[in-house]
């Protein structure tokens, strides 16, 4: 049991599913580079249907589900106890899933991830997009390296 909130341990950087939360959405990457510049980009697109890949414990696929309340929002995430809290979040679907086998039955009009992708593989993590990508469809991945 982790000490921050009694849940799984060691799911990322030794924090728990709630203590990362807790970070991502408290750092300065997040509140001070990430949600200023994407946001606006992501309110610009219209979509029906929307795959968040790595999605951790939800952050970005939940605000993509308050700005489309209609619309089908998906979050994977190969941690199914990040994916236990996102679930906690909003009324999104969320999956624990491999990124690179995910493939859906119907494409995306919007793929997006945050900080996923190093951690994923580049070749790996675009072929799923091109995978899950309508073909008028619109992708955002944000990564450090």
């Known amino acids: 049991m982790s000490a921050d909130t009694g849940d799984a341990p060691d799911s990322f950087a030794g924090l728990s599913p709630a203590g ?24 610009a697109v219209p979509f029906g249907r929307a795959l968040d890949i790595g999605c951790g414990t939800g ?32 009324p999104a679907r969320f999956e624990a899933a491999d990124a690179l086998a995910f493939r859906d039955g119907r494409r995306f009009d919007l793929v997006i991830s945050a900080l996923s992708a190093d951690y994923i593989g580049f070749p790996g993590f675009f072929a799923t997009i091109a995978a899950n990508l309508a073909d008028t469809g619109i992708a955002y991945a944000w990564f450090l390296d």
């Open 59 to 90: 952050i970005w696929t939940c605000i993509l589900k308050r700005l489309r309340p209609e619309s089908e929002c998906v979050g994977i995430d190969i941690a199914p106890e990040m994916i236990s809290l996102a679930a906690r979040e909003c």
């Open 20 to 43: 990362y939360h807790r970070w991502r959405l408290e750092s300065e990457l997040y509140r001070g580079v990430e949600r200023p510049t994407l946001l606006p980009m992501l309110e």
